[in-house]
């Protein structure tokens, strides 16, 4: 099967703070696996009273592995999910041209499950 040249343009892309390299660890086993290519970018959060280091996963429709928009944000929200868990993070955001998603753990929920 021919893969195509040029498809339509769609990005989504994860914020998270945490450790970068962590993160990538993670996302070289995802592309591996699932068949991705993304980038991953150094990123800093500056905010009311506070600054923290994170970065930024780029989705793009690559024509390697050509995904239709629902498919490409349905992964980014899986790995955000999973990122949120490697690095220790309560909370990301997925953001593409026309909605962004903050995704969060609620504190109970964590203490949940860290019970025996």
Known sequence: ?????ALPTYAVSIFMAGDIET???HIRRCCYEDALCVTVTPT????????????T????????????PSRLRARAMKLARELMRECCQRS??????????????????LARSKSP
């Not at 800093?44 to 970065?55: L, R």
């Not at 793009?60 to 239709?68: D, G, L, S």
Request: glycine share 6%; net charge positive.
């Open 44 to 55: 800093t959060f500056i905010y009311t009273a506070g600054e923290e280091a994170g970065f």
């Open 92 to 109: 990301a955001l997925v953001m593409d041209a026309s909605r962004t998603d903050w995704l969060t753990l609620d504190p109970p929920a």
């Open 1 to 5: 099967m021919k893969r195509p040249r």
């Open 57 to 68: 996963v780029g989705f793009v429709n690559y024509p390697r592995f050509p995904r239709v």
């Open 23 to 25: 993160a990538k660890r």
